[in-house]
């Protein structure tokens, strides 16, 4: 128990000496989920939307196959990506292997059926007859399409903030497509499993605490936006 405590203490010096190497890392994380979060997010919801408003036929087994998707795990995610991206494989010749962009591409389709099943599920409790009333009432398809993504913001907010956690602290497709290169694609998860591997727990103490100060963070700000402005 002391040499836990004891280590746990030299992470927080570590973290807080702003250490160049560290910091890098958790900035690598941060710039590469965020980027994914921001390019995924809006076409998801425009998915979302369509899902909820369209009637068209193979719309229900659309919605299920997303849901599905939401299970597939992250290790399955990345080979798929690293398949793409391998020099063999159809997109082998933009070499993008072992790259941020692989890292982006590989949590935005971890992301993406996430998005699409919460805004599909927050668009729904949307009153059933606005789309129509909008209409009715002259707004243009995307004006209406507005009105009705304002009335459920924060679902939506709570959809986007749900898919940034799950890719931010994910490790296994960001190891297999990134390489887990220090300075480049090295990002919080895989730099705690390198460092878990070697013995050397301190760095990995410290990233682990930034990861868990990000979910009390996060899980605050979705408290939040459920209770539509107010804690519970």
Same mark, same amino acid.
């Given at each position: 128990?002391g040499?836990?405590?004891?280590?746990t203490?030299?992470?927080?010096?570590l973290? +807080?000496s702003?250490?160049?190497?560290?910091?890098?890392?958790?900035?690598?994380? +941060?710039?590469?989920?965020?980027?994914?979060?921001?390019?995924?997010a809006?076409?998801?919801?425009?998915?979302?939307?369509?899902?909820?408003?369209?009637?068209f036929p193979?719309?229900?087994?659309?919605?299920?196959?997303?849901?599905s998707?939401?299970?597939v795990?992250?290790?399955?995610v990345?080979?798929?990506?690293?398949?793409?991206?391998?020099?063999?494989?159809?997109?082998?010749?933009?070499?993008?292997?072992f790259?941020?962009?692989?890292?982006?591409?590989?949590?935005?389709?971890?992301? +993406?059926?996430?998005?699409?099943?919460?805004?599909?599920?927050?668009?729904?409790?949307?009153?059933?007859?606005?789309?129509e009333?909008?209409?009715?009432l002259?707004?243009?398809?995307?004006?209406?399409?507005?009105?009705?993504?304002?009335?459920?913001r924060?679902?939506?907010l709570?959809?986007?903030?749900?898919?940034?956690?799950?890719?931010i602290?994910e490790?296994g497709?960001?190891?297999?497509?990134?390489?887990?290169?220090l300075?480049?694609?090295?990002?919080?998860?895989?730099a705690?499993a390198?460092?878990t591997?070697?013995?050397e727990?301190?760095q990995?103490?410290a990233?682990?605490?930034?990861?868990?100060?990000?979910a009390?963070?996060?899980?605050l700000?979705?408290? +939040?936006v459920?209770g539509?402005?107010?804690?519970?």
């Open positions: 128990m040499e836990i405590l004891r280590a203490g030299d992470a927080l010096v973290l +807080f702003w250490e160049p190497a560290l910091w890098d890392i958790i900035g690598i994380s +941060f710039s590469v989920s965020l980027r994914a979060i921001l390019i995924s809006p076409l998801a919801i425009v998915v979302a939307f369509v899902l909820t408003i369209g009637r193979g719309r229900r087994a659309l919605i299920s196959f997303f849901n998707l939401m299970a795990p992250a290790v399955v990345g080979l798929t990506v690293y398949l793409l991206l391998s020099r063999s494989g159809p997109m082998g010749d933009l070499k993008l292997l790259t941020q962009t692989a890292m982006i591409i590989g949590q935005i389709t971890l992301a +993406f059926p996430l998005l699409v099943a919460m805004s599909h599920a927050a668009l729904q409790a949307a009153e059933k007859d606005a789309w009333t909008a209409i009715t002259g707004a243009k398809p995307w004006q209406a399409m507005l009105t009705i993504m304002r009335e459920v924060f679902g939506l709570a959809a986007v903030i749900a898919g940034f956690a799950r890719i602290a490790v497709c960001s190891m297999m497509v990134g390489g887990n290169i300075g480049v694609t090295r990002n919080i998860p895989t705690i390198l460092e591997s070697k013995g727990f301190i990995g103490i990233l682990g605490m930034v990861l868990l100060f990000l009390l963070f996060l899980n700000l979705l408290s +939040f459920q539509k402005g107010e804690l519970t």
